[in-house]
């Protein structure tokens, strides 16, 4: 039966299809128009039935006033042998009626659900897996278009006792689809506890979450293997991946994690899958002896004759024959010389294809451990288990804060991204973005360490009374550290203040990485240090002692002791060191020179500011040395009549119409900017002058 333009409507009954002992039907839905269904569709319902709906075009609706369903295959109890299919190549189909209507896929039958295009938009559950073994079998491939369940319903995988049932996002050899789901409780692989089989298979595309991919508590056999597909957060603050997951298993293809500008977590450990999967050329194998008259793909059971296990597979089908098993999980501890047997159950096939043996060459077989993880997407993923594979981890956006062990892999955290946590582990780590130990105050372990240029290690201040690790800020245990900055592309140390306690001016050595073997490539002109918000007005610097990376703070101080007496103490030949003499006769006292970061026994006014004027007014420019700060007020006057001046206080970091650019352009100076209207000029002329006092 085909449905070509037009409008179809079964009033307030059911569409079945294939009702009658071995009976067949196929409805093809290939018109442009509106297809309305008031009632449930059962495809396959009857013994040994099949049936199929295979859709191109046109928007098809399912569901009338009460609370119904798209049942493939079944949809009444025990059905012996009973096969459903739908196929949905193009336009769209909707499970919304008159109210809310769901898919169940294998309802105490056979069923299969293949989406290669189009939209679907299920407005209840979405579950595959029924009554009894062979009896409720389901599996939902989506290799194109667009699918969406309403956020108040799910997806789940082994609904009912003792029924199997498999989702597969893609295959080995391609597809590429958009699955969405925004169910807060999440994804249910595994959703009945009863001996229930479920596997989740993400190869390429996309699945949303609202929730987190999980397991009902029972006896469930669950899998979850990554191959390629992207899992992506949803909404804010969520989970993605339960702890009552055994683990995710991460094959070749790997995974990737978009937080998509949302914070989640992962509680359970991904982890590399052993030894070797199957990965034919293709991501398939051609069946020789497909039978015939299949009217839609049937199942597919993989066995391996060696100690493989966990492969899958879904059929192709053309001219009514398999064509190829097109592989959805690779399995693990796959062998040359083993043999795949695959099984084929359903379809309506007028000649059902035989049992398929292929066996195994070396070609056909790859490294599963060698897929990765990257994390994409602005926000934080945080990952509460273990990271435990060979491919690389590559954090290309957003923060990762993982607080289990990395082993096995390399990091790369580009520009831009953070890596985060309290990690232990021996993996090496490049950093080309942001390192920040711990979650507040912190430790982690690493392998070897790049800190390339550019790059920033966030520090978080602790207890300044107990400089400690784990107390006093942020420590680091690594194999090695390679410190690759330039001075045009210099290390940044950010120091965050936030946790701050107990300070006083008074100096600290900070050992922030411990280095097995040794640091290289640090020097004086390679780093720098930003303290915004530190309370102090002292001096930083940077050095590696040892094995050690050690951060010193020597204390600021005013013109009585420490600052000012210990800045002209070290220019010996100094005639007069009064604060307001000037021994070097260029009009610049040596308070002045203090803050300016001058010589006071060299002439030199260039110090002084300088003026630049602008369409929109003018910018007054000097540098100062920053611990001045500590003993002295500074104020900048400006005037159009040398009379009346008008004065604006310069503070220790950016406010109003100053701007303060730290350790610029060398550590412990700040570029100081004191940016003017046009209308300050109120004849066409402004004068400006630094006026610098001592508190003491």
Same mark, same amino acid.
């Given at each position: 039966m085909t449905l070509a333009e037009g409008s179809s409507s079964t009033g307030n009954g059911n569409l079945v299809l294939a009702d009658p002992v071995n009976s067949r039907a196929v409805l093809n839905i290939d018109g442009s128009g509106e297809y309305n269904f008031s009632g449930s569709v059962r495809v396959g319902r009857g013994d040994l039935s099949a049936a199929a709906i295979v859709q191109t075009e046109g928007t098809v609706t399912v569901g009338g006033s009460g609370v119904e369903y798209l049942q493939l295959g079944g949809g009444v109890a025990n059905p012996s042998g009973s096969y459903g299919a739908y196929i949905l190549s193009g336009g769209t189909l909707n499970t919304s009626g008159g109210g809310p209507s769901g898919i169940r896929v294998g309802d105490f039958g056979n069923?299969?659900?293949?989406?290669?295009?189009?939209?679907?938009?299920?407005?209840?559950?979405?579950?595959?897996?029924?009554n009894g073994g062979s009896l409720g079998d389901g599996v939902a491939s989506f290799l194109g278009g667009e699918a969406t369940v309403a956020a108040g319903y799910r997806i789940l995988l082994g609904d009912r006792p003792n029924s199997t049932s498999m989702v597969n996002l893609g295959t080995l050899a391609g597809g590429d689809a958009s699955v969405t789901t925004l169910n807060t409780t999440g994804l249910a692989v595994g959703a009945n506890g009863s001996a229930a089989s479920a596997?989740?298979?993400?190869?390429?595309?996309?699945?949303?979450?609202?929730?987190?991919?999980?397991?009902?508590?029972?006896?469930?056999?669950?899998?979850?293997?990554?191959?390629?597909?992207?899992?992506?957060?949803?909404?804010?603050d969520i989970s993605l991946l339960s702890d009552t997951l055994t683990q995710v298993n991460l094959y070749k293809g790997g995974l990737t994690i978009d937080t998509a500008g949302n914070n989640a977590?992962?509680?359970?450990?991904?982890?590399?899958?052993?030894?070797?999967?199957?990965?034919?050329?293709?991501?398939?194998?051609?069946?020789?002896?497909?039978?015939?008259?299949?009217?839609?793909?049937?199942?597919?059971?993989?066995f391996s004759s060696g100690g493989g296990y966990g492969i899958t597979a879904i059929a192709e089908v053309a001219n009514g024959a398999v064509t190829r098993a097109l592989i959805t999980s690779p399995g693990q501890l796959n062998q040359a010389g083993d043999s795949l047997t695959f099984f084929f159950n359903g379809g309506g096939a007028t000649t059902p294809a035989p049992e398929f043996v292929q066996p195994l060459a070396a070609a056909d077989l790859a490294p599963n451990a060698t897929g990765g993880l990257t994390k994409t997407g602005a926000g934080r993923l945080t990952v509460n288990a273990n990271?435990?594979?060979?491919?690389?981890?590559?954090?290309l956006e957003g923060e990762l804060e993982?607080?289990?062990?990395?082993?096995?892999?390399?990091?790369?955290?580009?520009?831009?991204?953070?890596?985060?946590?309290?990690?232990?582990?021996?993996?090496?780590?490049?950093?080309?973005?942001?390192?920040?130990?711990?979650?507040?105050?912190?430790?982690?372990?690493?392998?070897?360490?790049? @800190? $390339?240029?550019? +790059?920033?290690? /966030?520090?978080? !201040?602790?207890?300044?009374?107990?400089?400690?690790?784990? &107390? %006093?800020? =942020?420590?680091?245990?690594?194999?090695?550290?390679?410190?690759?900055?330039?001075?045009?592309?210099?290390?940044?140390?950010?120091?965050?203040?936030?946790? @701050? $306690?107990?300070? +006083?001016?008074? /100096?600290?050595? !900070?050992?922030?990485?411990?280095?097995?073997?040794?640091? &290289? %490539?640090? =020097?004086?002109?390679?780093?720098?240090?930003?303290?915004?918000?530190?309370?102090?007005?002292?001096?930083?610097?940077?050095?590696?002692?040892?094995?050690? @990376?050690?951060?010193?703070?020597?204390?600021?101080?005013?013109?009585?002791g420490g600052g000012y007496t210990s800045w002209a103490a070290a220019f010996p030949g100094l005639t007069d060191s009064a604060p307001g003499a000037d021994p070097d006769r260029d009009?610049?006292?040596?308070?002045?020179?203090?803050?300016?970061?001058?010589?006071?026994?060299?002439?030199?006014?260039?110090?002084?500011?300088?003026?630049?004027?602008?369409?929109?007014?003018?910018?007054?420019?000097?540098?100062?040395?920053?611990?001045?700060?500590?003993?002295?007020?500074?104020?900048?006057?400006?005037?159009?009549?040398?009379?009346a001046w008008t004065a604006a206080a310069i503070p220790t970091?950016?406010?109003?119409n100053v701007t303060i650019t730290p350790n610029t352009p060398a550590q412990g100076l700040d570029s100081v900017r004191i940016t003017l209207p046009a209308s300050a000029a109120a004849d066409g002329r402004l004068f400006g002058r630094l006026r610098v006092t001592s508190r003491n």
């Open positions: 069923g299969v659900l293949l989406q290669t295009g189009g939209v679907l938009n299920c407005a209840r559950w979405f579950a595959l897996g029924g596997d989740l298979n993400l190869n390429a595309g996309v699945l949303t979450l609202g929730g987190p991919l999980f397991r009902a508590a029972g006896g469930a056999v669950t899998a979850v293997n990554a191959n390629g597909a992207t899992l992506r957060a949803g909404l804010p977590t992962a509680a359970a450990g991904i982890v590399a899958a052993e030894g070797f999967g199957v990965y034919p050329a293709g991501g398939a194998f051609a069946v020789a002896n497909g039978g015939a008259g299949y009217l839609a793909p049937p199942l597919v059971t993989v990271l435990t594979y060979t491919g690389a981890t590559g954090i993982s607080n289990g062990t990395i082993e096995g892999t390399s990091v790369t955290v580009a520009p831009g991204a953070t890596l985060t946590g309290n990690i232990g582990g021996t993996a090496p780590v490049r950093v080309e973005g942001t390192l920040a130990p711990g979650s507040g105050l912190g430790h982690i372990e690493l392998g070897g360490l790049t @800190l $390339a240029t550019g +790059s920033t290690l /966030a520090i978080d !201040l602790g207890d300044w009374s107990q400089p400690g690790p784990g &107390t %006093g800020h =942020d420590t680091a245990t690594v194999a090695s550290l390679a410190v690759q900055a330039t001075a045009a592309s210099k290390l940044r140390l950010s120091l965050d203040s936030t946790l @701050l $306690a107990n300070f +006083s001016e008074t /100096a600290r050595s !900070l050992t922030l990485v411990t280095a097995t073997s040794g640091i &290289t %490539g640090l =020097d004086s002109g390679n780093w720098q240090v930003e303290a915004p918000g530190f309370p102090g007005t002292g001096t930083w610097s940077l050095s590696a002692s040892g094995s050690s @990376l050690v951060l010193a703070y020597t204390p600021g101080g005013g013109t009585g009009g610049v006292s040596n308070l002045l020179e203090y803050a300016l970061n001058g010589n006071p026994t060299q002439a030199n006014t260039d110090l002084l500011p300088a003026v630049a004027v602008t369409p929109a007014g003018f910018k007054f420019t000097f540098t100062r040395l920053r611990a001045s700060t500590a003993g002295t007020d500074q104020v900048f006057e400006y005037s159009s009549t040398l009379g970091a950016s406010g109003g």
